[in-house]
C-alpha cells in the first residue's frame, strides 16, 4: 500500500488508531502484504485441489470464522453513540470527586442503550427496560453509569436475578418464549410489581432509545475528604420529554422496522440533532436514610421527589456516531464498579453483586485484557502490576511489575492515611448503622411493597393510562396458560388495587381473586428497627 491514512476518533482515548481511510485503502493480507485480486484462491491446475500454501485464502476464511463474539448474556442488543457530560453546578457540599467539584469541565462520553431480554437480532420496540449505560472519560479514570430507564428493578435479593433473565430467554425444549414461565416467576416474586407496572405503562415502549429518561436505581454514595458521605440516585432526564409508543405502534414497528431504536438515534446525530440530557441527582443524608419509611438500598422503591428533590449537576449529550459499531460499541465494558474517587457503592446487595458480574463477563466476552481495548481504555495512564495475558498491547513497558523500592511507583496517599487516597477516606467513614452480623437474607413482602405501585394506579395515572395498562398487560398475560399462575398473579395485582386485578381478570376472562395476604407496613417497619435499621413511624 502507498498511502496510509490515520484516523483519529476523536471520542475514543488519546490514542491514534491507524486505520486505512477508504480513499487509500488498499487491499492486503492480514500481514499487511498486497493482494491484487481478492476473489481469487490458489489450485493445482484449473480443476486441482485448493492449495494450503494459499495464506491469503486461509487468512480470510479463518478469520470469518471467528468474526462473533459472545452476545451480552441479557442487553444483546443495542445501539450507541459519542458526545461528552458537562458538570454544570458547584457540587462541592456533597463530594471532593475532582470532576463534580470542577464546575464547567467538560468530558468525553460514549453511551451505549440497550433492550434487555432479546437476542442482538431482537426487535428494538420490544416491552422492556432499556439499558442506559454511560462511560464518562475522566481524569481520575473512567466511570461507567450503568443505568436502566426505569428507576426501580424487578428484584433486590441478587440471587434471584439468573432465574428471572431465564424466564424471558427461550425455554430449554421448545426453544420458545413463554409467557407461563415469565409470570409464574414474577407471580412468586411480588416486589416485582413496582416495575411490572411501569413495564406495562406506555413506558415500557419507548419511542426510540434517545426519547426517555435514565436513572441509576441504585443507592451509591458521595464522599467528602472528612469522610461524611451523602446516598444519592442520579437521574437522567431527555430534552424533550420521555417520548412513548403505544402497544399497537411498537408491536408494527417490531415487524417492519426491528431496528427503529439503532436507526432513530443514528439518524437524529447525522441530521444535526444531537440527544440531550439533563442530568440531576437525589440526595438523602444517613440520618435521613434511617428516617425513611423505604429501605434505601431496596431498588424497588423511589424516592419521592417532594421529600428529596432533584438537584441539577449536568448535561450529556451525543453527538458523534460511531465510525465502527464493533469497535466503539459492541466492544464496550461498561461496570458498576468502575468508580473514580470520592464515588462509592452503597451496600445494596444486588448493586454489590452487579459490581463482580460485568468484569467477570467482560473476561469471558472480550477477554482478560479487556480495559486496553481502544473504546474501554482510560485517557489516564494506567499503571500497576497487571500484566500479559492473551491480547496484550499495552504490557506497561520496562517499569518492574512487582512493589518495587528501585524503581517505586507513586502513590496518591499511603494506605490508611488520610492524605490523597479517596479510598482511605472512605474507609473512614462511618455508617455501621447498616452493618450487622453475617446472615443468609432474602428479602419479605411486605405491605410496603404495594404502597409506590399503588401510588401510580390512584394518583399518578390518568383513566387513560389506566386503560392502556390494563390493555398492555392483557395482551400478555392472555398467553400463561397456567390457571395457578394467572390467580397468583392476578392477586398480587389486588394487593396494589382490586379494581385494577378485576379489570385485567377481566379482561382475559379470568375469575376474579382476593389480594395477597402480607405483613402489614407497620410490622414491616418494626422488623426493620429490630434488625438496627432506625425507622421512625
Ligand atoms: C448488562 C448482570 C442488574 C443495567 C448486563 C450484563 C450482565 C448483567 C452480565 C452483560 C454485560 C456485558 O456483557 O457487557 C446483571 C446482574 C444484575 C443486573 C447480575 C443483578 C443482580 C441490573 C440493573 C441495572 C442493569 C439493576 C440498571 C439499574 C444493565 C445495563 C447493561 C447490563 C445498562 C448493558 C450494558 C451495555 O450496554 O454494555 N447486566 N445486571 N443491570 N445491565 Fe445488568
Redesign the pocket.
Known amino acids: 500500500p502507498s498511502s496510509f491514512s490515520t484516523i483519529t476518533t476523536t471520542n475514543m482515548p488519546s490514542k491514534q488508531v491507524h486505520i486505512l481511510g477508504p480513499e487509500s485503502a488498499h487491499y492486503t493480507t492480514s500481514n499487511g502484504a498486497p493482494v491484487s485480486e481478492p476473489y481469487a484462491a490458489q489450485r493445482l491446475g484449473q480443476l486441482g485441489p485448493l492449495l494450503l500454501q494459499d495464506f491469503h485464502h486461509i487468512d480470510a476464511l479463518s478469520h470469518f470464522d471467528r468474526e462473533r463474539i459472545p452476545e451480552?448474556?441479557?442487553?444483546a442488543k443495542?445501539a450507541g453513540a459519542h458526545g461528552y457530560f458537562q458538570v454544570t453546578e458547584d457540587l462541592s457540599d456533597l463530594t471532593d470527586n475532582p470532576l463534580l467539584t470542577n464546575k464547567g469541565k467538560k468530558v468525553k462520553a460514549t453511551v451505549?442503550f440497550?433492550t434487555v431480554g432479546g437476542e442482538s437480532g431482537s426487535a428494538d420496540t420490544a416491552r422492556d427496560p432499556r439499558?442506559?449505560?454511560i462511560k464518562l472519560r475522566t481524569d481520575e479514570g473512567n466511570w461507567d453509569w450503568?443505568?436502566?430507564n426505569t428507576p426501580v428493578?424487578f428484584?433486590r435479593d441478587?440471587a434471584k436475578?439468573p432465574h428471572f433473565i431465564h424466564t424471558q430467554k427461550r425455554d430449554p425444549q421448545t426453544h420458545l418464549k413463554d409467557a407461563d414461565m415469565f409470570w409464574d416467576y414474577l407471580s412468586q416474586n411480588p416486589e416485582s410489581i413496582h416495575q411490572i407496572m411501569i413495564l406495562f405503562s406506555d413506558r415500557g415502549t419507548p419511542d426510540g432509545y434517545h426519547r426517555m429518561h435514565g436513572?441509576?436505581?441504585?443507592t451509591f454514595k458521595w464522599f467528602k475528604k472528612d469522610g461524611s458521605f451523602v446516598y444519592t440516585q442520579l437521574h437522567l432526564r431527555a430534552e424533550g420529554g420521555f417520548r412513548t409508543l403505544n402497544n399497537a405502534e411498537a408491536g408494527k414497528l417490531s415487524g417492519e422496522n426491528p431496528d427503529y431504536g439503532i436507526e432513530s438515534l443514528f439518524e437524529a446525530i447525522e441530521s444535526g440533532h444531537p440527544p440531550s440530557w439533563n442530568v440531576f441527582v437525589q440526595t438523602m443524608t444517613p440520618s435521613q436514610a434511617e428516617q425513611f419509611r423505604y429501605n434505601v438500598l431496596d431498588?424497588t422503591k423511589v424516592w419521592p421527589h417532594g421529600d428529596f428533590p432533584l438537584r441539577p449537576v449536568g448535561k450529556l449529550v451525543l453527538d458523534e456516531n460511531p465510525q465502527n459499531y464493533f469497535a466503539e460499541i459492541e466492544q464496550?465494558?461498561?461496570s458498576p464498579s468502575h468508580l473514580v474517587p470520592y464515588i462509592e457503592p452503597s451496600a445494596d446487595p444486588?448493586l454489590q453483586?452487579?459490581l463482580f458480574?460485568?468484569p467477570d463477563?467482560?473476561r469471558h466476552?472480550l477477554g482478560a485484557n479487556y480495559q486496553q481495548l481502544p473504546v474501554n481504555a482510560p485517557i489516564v495512564p494506567v499503571a500497576n502490576f497487571q500484566r500479559d495475558g492473551p491480547m496484550t498491547f499495552v504490557s506497561q513497558g520496562a517499569r518492574p511489575n512487582y512493589q518495587s523500592t528501585i524503581v517505586p511507583l507513586k502513590y496518591h496517599g499511603a494506605p490508611g492515611t488520610l492524605e490523597g487516597g479517596a479510598r482511605d477516606y472512605a474507609r473512614e467513614a462511618k455508617h455501621e448503622t447498616f452493618v450487622g452480623a453475617a446472615f443468609r437474607d432474602l428479602s419479605e413482602i411486605t405491605e410496603l411493597d404495594f404502597e409506590q405501585p399503588r401510588a401510580l394506579w390512584s394518583k399518578v395515572w390518568n383513566d387513560a393510562q389506566r386503560e392502556a395498562y390494563v390493555q398492555n398487560v392483557a395482551g400478555h398475560f392472555k398467553n400463561v396458560k397456567n390457571a395457578e399462575v394467572k390467580a397468583r398473579q392476578l392477586s398480587v395485582w389486588a394487593a396494589v388495587d382490586q379494581s385494577l386485578s378485576d379489570r385485567i381478570a377481566k379482561a382475559v376472562g379470568a375469575p376474579t381473586v382476593q389480594p395477597l395476604k402480607v405483613k402489614s407496613a407497620g410490622e414491616a417497619i418494626k422488623f426493620r428497627a429490630n434488625l438496627g435499621f432506625k425507622v421512625a413511624r
Open positions: 451480552r448474556v441479557v442487553h443495542g451505549r440497550s439499558g442506559f449505560a450503568v443505568f436502566n428493578f428484584i441478587p436475578f436513572y441509576s436505581g441504585h431498588l464496550a465494558a461498561f444486588v453483586s452487579r458480574s460485568y463477563t467482560h466476552r
